[in-house]
């Protein structure tokens, strides 16, 4: 397992350095995560120390232990299944049971107000669309559309109609932004090109503060040469397309060969979708590869051909994404993009060890796997079905299902058209298929998180528009890693089979 992860992970830190600019600059996408990061470092390192600085650590410290106490105190309430303040019916059980409900998490509310009004008013529209409209109406076609005597969660089920509803939106909004991207960058190397001696400008104000020209200059000026990226590229697709067929010889080299053709487009899919959203979807372009490789290595080889295509997917899409939020991070830190690269390649490496050694103590330890024990790995099985369904053919799918991916893909494309014809004044309130389509797979709660984050953002601005423009991200800021770090003391307890006390779950009334 170490020497697979050696040889697929390097490709994705060299997918999408060509784009960078792109992605950080030109489309200036918010990466929360990243951006959460780079005001906690910027908040710690200030060359000045002035009271500017000193009123976002506090702030940041003072959201930072509300957050974290907050996500300690929610843990003594979700000791057993749906329990804890996570599944408040916000809005009425009803709505609950379609996804509709504030789950008082930290972080979402924290990413809220760090992402744009519309990606959050994307999200919310993406959730009524789908969770309030188009499941529901499928799910009364049960026994028409699909069997009725087979689980939701399956392929053929109500969630084969979430999954590929939500990769063609995502495919479509990404695919329009990679070639309108790839034209973009084609044009602006021809100019460069006649242009070599031009000189980027930089403000001659030695006073002038840490802006945004001062960070793009940094930013442009450490610059990485397409070539290595593309020697990088190209090395490592090699030797993967070597070693990969020689450990899993179900997974013929040419397969490896078309998954590392399609790769760069799909990262830049995951990567575009994660700076909007700060939702990492790598494993639904994984699920592409599955089916597709599952489908040509047919019935013989189809099952380990097609899991292995979704982890080298899965792994340079995770990865490229990654590093994006990484560069987005180095540049509001004014730090060399180079220098994170590196980083990452290092970070990468250490992974490799520590990931398959991490997973074996857990195999060795726990019955992971076994599904009436404690760690069930409820996605090894799903995933090993959704091979066996490539296998079977697309025909396996529940009914115009197909239908109905060629309609959302059509409609991300025709979407994206519309916000680039019409007028910024208009086009501005377009809503954004990519953000839309998260919600169509996770649900709706999340959305509802965003959108309140948002709703503080725009009654702070009302209130105190340069107070807000101050303290915004550094709140934000806090709220994402106080409920962040929870994470660790509470996967301790996990692990130290400390379970929490109380179950505190919500039924409906006898009047009910």
Same mark, same amino acid.
């Given at each position: 397992m170490i020497g697979f992860l050696f040889v697929v992970s390097f490709v994705g830190l060299f997918a999408l350095v060509p784009l960078r600019k792109v992605m950080i600059l030109d489309y200036k996408l918010p990466y929360p995560s990243g951006t959460a990061t780079a005001v906690l470092i910027n908040g710690f390192h200030t060359t000045k120390g002035d009271k500017t600085a000193k009123k976002q650590v506090r702030g940041f410290m003072k959201f930072f232990s509300l957050s974290f106490i907050w996500s300690f105190f929610q843990w003594f309430f979700s000791g057993g299944e749906n329990c804890g303040f996570v599944n408040f019916p916000t809005f009425g059980l009803k709505s609950w049971k379609q996804t509709f409900y504030f789950d008082f998490s930290m972080t979402y509310v924290g990413a809220g107000m760090i992402c744009?009004?519309?990606?959050?008013?994307?999200?919310?529209?993406?959730?009524?669309?789908?969770?309030?409209?188009?499941?529901?109406?499928?799910?009364?076609?049960?026994?028409?559309?699909?069997?009725?005597?087979?689980?939701?969660?399956?392929?053929?089920?109500?969630?084969?109609?979430?999954?590929?509803?939500?990769?063609? $939106?995502?495919?479509?909004?990404?695919? !329009? =932004?990679?070639? &309108?991207?790839? %034209? @973009?960058?084609?044009?602006?190397?021809?100019?460069?090109?006649?242009?070599?001696?031009?000189?980027?400008?930089?403000?001659?104000?030695?006073?002038?503060?840490?802006?945004?020209?001062?960070?793009?200059?940094?930013?442009?000026?450490?610059?990485?040469?397409?070539?290595?990226?593309?020697?990088?590229?190209?090395?490592?697709?090699?030797?993967?397309?070597?070693?990969?067929?020689?450990?899993?010889?179900?997974?013929?080299?040419?397969?490896?060969?078309?998954?590392?053709?399609?790769?760069?487009?799909?990262?830049?899919?995951?990567?575009?979708?994660?700076? $909007?959203?700060?939702?990492?979807?790598? !494993? =639904?372009?994984? &699920?592409?590869? %599955? @089916?597709?490789?599952?489908?040509?290595?047919?019935?013989?080889?189809?099952v380990v051909a097609g899991l292995i295509g979704c982890g080298l997917i899965k792994s340079i899409a995770s990865i490229s994404s990654d590093l994006m939020h990484d560069l987005k991070t180095g540049h509001l830190t004014l730090t060399s993009p180079r220098s994170m690269i590196l980083s990452?390649?290092?970070?990468?490496?250490?992974?490799?060890?520590?990931?398959?050694?991490?997973?074996?103590?857990?195999?060795?330890?726990?019955?992971?796997?076994?599904?009436?024990?404690?760690?069930?790995?409820?996605?090894?099985?799903?995933?090993?079905?959704?091979?066996?369904?490539?296998?079977?053919?697309?025909?396996? %799918?529940?009914?115009?299902?197909?239908?109905?991916?060629?309609?959302?893909?059509?409609f991300a494309v025709l979407t994206n058209l519309l916000r680039d014809i019409i007028p910024y004044k208009f086009g501005k309130w377009v809503p954004l298929p990519m953000a839309m389509a998260v919600p169509f797979l996770v649900g709706g709660y999340f959305a509802i998180d965003m959108c309140v984050g948002s709703l503080v953002v725009c009654v702070w601005r009302k209130v105190d528009r340069r107070k807000a423009g101050l303290m915004v991200p550094a709140v934000a800021s806090g709220l994402i890693c106080g409920d962040g770090l929870w994470i660790l003391p509470s996967s301790i307890l996990a692990l130290a089979k400390v379970h929490p006390p109380i179950c505190m779950n919500f039924l409906p009334g006898k009047s009910s």
């Amino acid at each position: 397992m170490i020497g697979f992860l050696f040889v697929v992970s390097f490709v994705g830190l060299f997918a999408l350095v060509p784009l960078r600019k792109v992605m950080i600059l030109d489309y200036k996408l918010p990466y929360p995560s990243g951006t959460a990061t780079a005001v906690l470092i910027n908040g710690f390192h200030t060359t000045k120390g002035d009271k500017t600085a000193k009123k976002q650590v506090r702030g940041f410290m003072k959201f930072f232990s509300l957050s974290f106490i907050w996500s300690f105190f929610q843990w003594f309430f979700s000791g057993g299944e749906n329990c804890g303040f996570v599944n408040f019916p916000t809005f009425g059980l009803k709505s609950w049971k379609q996804t509709f409900y504030f789950d008082f998490s930290m972080t979402y509310v924290g990413a809220g107000m760090i992402c744009s009004h519309l990606v959050n008013f994307s999200l919310l529209l993406g959730a009524v669309i789908s969770w309030g409209v188009i499941w529901p109406l499928i799910s009364e076609k049960n026994g028409e559309w699909y069997p009725q005597n087979i689980k939701e969660s399956s392929m053929k089920s109500l969630n084969g109609y979430k999954v590929f509803i939500s990769i063609a $939106l995502i495919l479509g909004d990404g695919l !329009y =932004n990679f070639l &309108k991207t790839l %034209l @973009f960058t084609v044009r602006s190397m021809h100019a460069a090109f006649k242009k070599k001696n031009a000189v980027i400008s930089v403000s001659d104000k030695k006073d002038e503060p840490l802006d945004d020209l001062r960070r793009n200059e940094v930013f442009i000026r450490e610059n990485i040469p397409i070539w290595i990226a593309c020697v990088g590229y190209m090395l490592f697709s090699v030797i993967s397309v070597i070693v990969v067929p020689i450990m899993f010889p179900q997974l013929k080299w040419y397969y490896v060969v078309v998954a590392y053709i399609l790769a760069p487009c799909l990262s830049f899919c995951n990567a575009y979708g994660a700076g $909007l959203t700060d939702m990492n979807m790598a !494993y =639904n372009y994984g &699920k592409v590869a %599955l @089916f597709v490789l599952a489908a040509l290595a047919g019935e013989d080889n189809g099952v380990v051909a097609g899991l292995i295509g979704c982890g080298l997917i899965k792994s340079i899409a995770s990865i490229s994404s990654d590093l994006m939020h990484d560069l987005k991070t180095g540049h509001l830190t004014l730090t060399s993009p180079r220098s994170m690269i590196l980083s990452q390649g290092i970070g990468t490496a250490i992974g490799c060890v520590v990931a398959p050694l991490s997973f074996f103590l857990f195999y060795t330890a726990f019955d992971v796997g076994n599904p009436n024990g404690e760690y069930k790995a409820p996605y090894a099985l799903v995933y090993r079905n959704m091979a066996i369904l490539g296998v079977e053919g697309f025909s396996a %799918l529940p009914q115009h299902c197909l239908q109905l991916c060629y309609g959302f893909f059509a409609f991300a494309v025709l979407t994206n058209l519309l916000r680039d014809i019409i007028p910024y004044k208009f086009g501005k309130w377009v809503p954004l298929p990519m953000a839309m389509a998260v919600p169509f797979l996770v649900g709706g709660y999340f959305a509802i998180d965003m959108c309140v984050g948002s709703l503080v953002v725009c009654v702070w601005r009302k209130v105190d528009r340069r107070k807000a423009g101050l303290m915004v991200p550094a709140v934000a800021s806090g709220l994402i890693c106080g409920d962040g770090l929870w994470i660790l003391p509470s996967s301790i307890l996990a692990l130290a089979k400390v379970h929490p006390p109380i179950c505190m779950n919500f039924l409906p009334g006898k009047s009910s």
